[in-house]
């Protein structure tokens, strides 16, 4: 495992340490904001930096709670080893449980593994395997980072931050703010319910478009994944090298 560990990089993260709650916090002065405006262009600096890829990238999603053994670690493992065979790039928030299971594939297979993690109170260090491993401070700005260098995404079970990463993405797709990519949830028992409420109720209503239930597959089988992210029109096949920078 090689960490990169960029004294600039360090400086520029340390400068934003604890300035979301800062930002979100009410009210506060226009030179108060012009500052956190800065010290988030300086993350979004960092992630351009650290996420220069040679290779199109996936991001794989999913909680940090279950433990080597359980069915859906093993499970996000093999993704990340299928993912490294096909030569994509594997992705985590960089932590335990279902991240390092997914970068603990890819590592073994012999491929890219990367960790972009959050900064929360308690401090979440790096699983052991990781290539490159960086920390943001925003959410928002993590967010973005992961769908720009994403060419597809993998959603394992997860709770509160795996469905908001889902629901975003899908929320951009739904409006047009960005291209159709692939989606697909990992664990047919676990999401299949949160996809019977999206037809019986979402899309019942009204409050969804019937076609918008096409933005999200649900499998169990790493092979059938990987299968809909190569055919997927504008998902991984469009990436290119000049894309990387």
């Known amino acids: ?12 993260l340390d400068q934003v340490k604890g300035t979301e709650a800062e930002f979100l916090a009410g009210r506060r002065g226009h030179s108060e904001n012009v ?14 930096e650290s996420l ?17 053994g359980h069915q859906y670690y093993e499970l996000a493992r093999q993704m990340g080893h299928v993912l490294a065979d096909e030569g994509f790039c594997t992705m985590t928030g960089g932590g335990p449980g279902l991240m390092e299971a997914a970068n603990r594939g890819a590592h073994e297979a012999g491929g890219l593994s990367i960790g972009a993690n959050i900064h929360l109170p308690n401090e979440q260090q790096p699983n052991p395997y990781v290539d490159r491993f960086i920390e943001f401070e925003h959410f928002f700005v993590r967010k973005v980072m992961l769908v720009k260098y994403s060419c597809a995404f993998i959603v394992m ?16 797709m739904q409006t047009g703010k960005i291209d159709f990519f692939p989606v697909i949830a990992m664990g047919k028992d676990y999401w299949e319910p949160l996809l019977d409420f999206f037809r019986n109720k979402l899309a019942h209503e009204g409050t969804i478009s019937p076609e918008d239930l096409d933005l999200i597959q649900v ?15 504008h998902g991984c096949q469009q990436f290119t090298e000049g894309e990387s920078a």
Do not use: N
Request: aromatic letters at 10%.
């Open 1 to 12: 495992m090689t960490l990169e560990h960029h004294p600039t990089k360090l400086s520029l």
């Open 35 to 48: 500052d956190s405006a800065v010290r988030i262009f300086l993350e979004f600096l960092r992630g351009f």
């Open 52 to 68: 220069r890829l040679d290779r199109p990238s996936v991001t794989v999603f999913g909680s940090a709670r279950f433990s080597e």
């Open 157 to 172: 079970p997860g709770g509160f931050g795996t469905l908001d990463e889902v629901f975003e993405t899908l929320t951009l």
């Open 219 to 233: 499998t169990d089988s790493p092979a059938e994944a990987i299968a809909r992210i190569k055919e997927h029109p």
